[in-house]
T-cell receptor, first 112, second 115 residues
């Protein structure tokens, strides 16, 4: 079962920041938060991940609260091509490879 | 790199027929995953391999489904006999063992329709 809760849908104006929230109140100390997205008719695509500290890459920023019970994915300047379903995933298990449980995600719609 | 390659991209078959889906992972990747996506159940992990060996097949729905990885460059997912409820998009993904980000790279998927 997915260990995360996300709003089913959000929208955002093009050029504005998109802030996608995720709750993971039962996260364990050794579990990472991952974000993937799935553009219509394509396979999921990795965006970013983090453990405790905030992370940033060329695609997005990830803000994790100090208690690690929630996080926010930030797309600083959303474009129409960012319209997709965004999945927040907590990697389950302490092994090197954990199963990735994809919940329902958040459908982000970026409008012109 | 061409990424993960899946074939066919679309498959339409009749109930009772055998279906074989194919996947070529990214060269050098040690893990291979098969997922199924439906509107009802979302994206589900069916099975994954490490170095061509099946590690966890607990997601395989029933004995009609089987997966093989004869070498590091090729995997198949077979459904025999197929049923209408098997209609879904099937994704293959791969990952390299040295990748600390635990990133999985997904293929474009095979859309299966069983009539």
């Amino acid at each position: 079962d997915a260990k995360t809760t996300q709003p089913p849908s959000m929208d955002c104006a093009e050029g504005r920041a998109a802030n996608l929230p995720c709750n993971h109140s039962t996260i364990s100390g050794n579990e990472y938060v991952y974000w993937y997205r799935q553009i219509h008719s394509q396979g999921p695509q990795y965006i970013i991940h983090g453990l405790k500290n905030n992370e940033t890459n060329e695609m997005a920023s990830l803000i994790i609260t100090e208690d690690r019970k929630s996080s926010t994915l930030i797309l600083p300047h959303a474009t129409l091509r960012d319209t997709a379903v965004y999945y927040c995933i907590v990697r389950v298990g302490g092994s090197t490879l954990g199963r990735l449980y994809f919940g329902r995600g958040t459908q982000l719609t970026v409008w012109p | 790199d061409a990424g993960v390659i899946q074939s066919p991209r679309h498959e339409v078959t009749e109930m009772g027929q055998e279906v074989t889906l194919r996947c070529k992972p990214i060269s050098g990747h040690d893990y291979l995953f098969w997922y199924r996506q439906t509107m009802m159940r979302g994206l589900e992990l069916l099975i994954y391999f490490n170095n061509n060996v099946p590690i966890d097949d607990s997601g395989m729905p029933e004995d009609r489904f089987s997966a093989k990885m004869p070498n590091a460059s090729f995997s198949t997912l077979k459904i025999q006999p197929s049923e209408p409820r098997d209609s879904a998009v099937y994704f293959c993904a791969s990952r390299e063992i040295e990748d600390n980000t635990d990133t999985q790279y997904f293929g474009p998927g095979t859309r299966l329709t069983v009539l």
